[in-house]
């Protein structure tokens, strides 16, 4: 806006400053002074002849107001209350976990039972230590008795009576008494006789008895480590059924621990700001609308009444009022669906005892495991929707925990595995949970070895029939690839013998697994950034969710992004991976922060090994819209290569050359372990 000289001229002085005093104060935040001030000018200004005149000037201002001030605070309000409802969501995408209500913290009865076995073998085995080491206690001092008894024997060392002073044995007497000299010689070897059968006959004593107790306190010993060896073994089966009864939910229990408390903590850490940037709304936002009101007096002509009306109205800013998310109570999760995890605290306390051995730790040798989620067996026919069976024993001829599939969901699929005796095994990935379908058919079929092709094979599928819960026979009709057979088929046969299985032939047993990974960190020089996996969707400007938790499902620490800005050249060097879709990384440098970017676009781009060049591609931008966060489609309109999608397109992501992908992750490279040259 430009004020002239003429316009200036043709206000009175006390009007000008008034003008002048309105301009000022709009350079900085606005407070109750400021209208303070304004209302003394637009005062002194009532009765001259300028301040009668209606200030074109004046007009300027209240438009400006109307047009750029007020919306301003309201995108504000606005964009606090996307803040606040981020901090909610967040709490929301850590889920709830299942819990024991347990208060012996097992819920698998045959966990249980093995750990009270176990309990009960150790107080055996306390009973027979404490046996072992009474007799071994009592058996060292007769040892020690007969030690002593048999040394007091004399010449057990060997060694011959003593002499006397002058080499001889016996008495001396007078020279030539050589009877009398015979005499006490005999009386001497008499006592020596006596003296040794006596020590003799103690040492015997004392030797019988420790040689009586030595084979008892050998069978005690024998007695306490053949228990030992029994309870540590009964341990150790209950060690591995710890391990194998629900890794998934010691899984999902640990990630939840993590996003709770980095939700909560971020979420107080932003309230105190977010409270006090609202209050300060709020007196800008009155102060702005009697500004208004002082502006349309003047432009009627200013007059005391008016100008106290305005000072006396009642400024209504509920509409300025934020919901504050409430914070949930964290779910105790030290106890999982599954029971403590073995070897944690809560999991050796069930031991119940200090006569326990170390802990048997669950064996993990790679970063995906195979878990067996159902089995079933001639003559075994399964009722509908029993997705659940045995499930505290995965031995069990009839197992299943397909109502867990969900857990296993891994970058968006699953990677499910079927296993016939005497076929081979038949693997493949889709993203469609067949358990929680409403309808037939399978999403995002993608064969990893799959021998067996007849009867319409095309992943596992909802029945939604009398014959089985799930099939191979994708929108068929038949139910070929049986998994939870409800009646037996005997492929022609009039009694059935067995399930139907893969192509035409029928099986005495089926076994469906599923592969639960474990999703990568990033490392020290290319940290993660940012993951996404169908079916999650982000919200606007939700640049952190599970902060700290890299191998989350769901990540960002896209807020962070500017310290990983190379001081060299000032760029990001970026890096987009799209897991399990056999595309190639794309890596490429460019200066703008998609995230604090404006306005759509890149700055400084650079590539460095970008195989993906459709769809104008040119870096990642700020998408400024509504479908995602961050895209590649410069400048288009577009959104390819999202990230922080806040929609599906076809199904998954819009990924790289025109394909949707089912997972992305972002990682920047970190400029402080690049190597200096």
Known sequence: MKFTGAVLG?????????????????????????????????EKAVGTSAGAKRSPLFGELSKMIEDTMAPGILTAHSGAQSQLDGFRDAFVVCGTPDVSTDSSGVTSKAIGDKLEEHRQC?????????????????????????????????????????????????????TGDYEGWLNSFSHQIAQLKTQYDEAAGGCGNASKLADDARPKCQAANSSAETNKTACDGIQAAADTMGCSNDPAAHATCNAYDLC?????????????????????????????????????????????????????????????????PIVPAKVDCSVPSGGPKPCSAEWVQQYGTALAAPCTPCVTTTTTTWVLLFRQTVPKQWTQNEWSLNADDPSNENYAILDQLES?????QFEFKLVWPGFEAQVWRQSSNPVLSNKRGVDNYEA????????????????????????????????????GAKTLFGGGKTVGEGYPGPNGKTVTSVELYVKMGNYPAGDGSWPLVCRQTIPFLFTQNLWSLSPGQPTSANFAMLDQLEKFRSVSDGKFEFKLVWPLSNNMDQIWKQSSNPVTMTTRGVEGYEAVAAPYTSNNWG??????????????????????????????????????????????ELYVKNPETAVKT
């Open 619 to 664: 870096g990642l931008e700020n998408n400024m819209g509504k479908d995602t966060n961050i895209d590649g489609s410069v400048g288009s309109g577009h959104w390819w290569y999202s990230v922080a999608a806040k929609a599906l397109h076809g199904g998954g992501y819009p990924g790289p050359n025109g394909k949707k992908v089912l997972a992305v």
């Open 122 to 174: 150790r107080i055996k085995e306390g009973t027979a230590v404490t046996d072992a080491a009474t007799c071994n206690d009592k058996l060292t001092q007769q040892e020690t008795v007969k030690k002593s008894a048999c040394s007091s024997v004399p010449g057990s060392d060997g060694s011959p009576p003593p002499l006397d002073k002058d080499g001889h044995v016996g008495c001396k007497v007078t």
């Open 448 to 483: 990893v070895w799959v021998p067996y092709v007849r009867n319409e094979w095309g992943g596992l599928e909802n029945n939604l029939g009398k014959d089985t819960l799930l099939d191979g026979s994708v929108n068929a009709g038949s139910w070929w690839y049986a998994v």
């Open 408 to 412: 296993f969901r891994f970058y968006g």
């Open 260 to 324: 709770y408390d980095n939700a909560k903590q971020n979420y107080l850490d932003a309230n105190e700001s977010i409270a006090e940037a609202q209050v300060n709304r709020t007196v800008q936002w009155r102060v702005l609308k009697r500004m208004q009101c002082l502006l349309a007096e003047e432009s009627q002509g200013a007059t005391h009444d008016g100008i106290d009306a305005c000072k006396e109205q009642t400024i209504d800013t509920s509409h300025l009022d934020l919901v504050y």
């Open 10 to 42: 043709s206000l009175s002085s006390v009007v000008v400053r008034a003008v002048a005093v309105t301009l000022e104060m709009l350079k900085h935040p606005l407070t109750e002074a400021n209208v303070v001030h304004l209302e003394d000018e637009l």
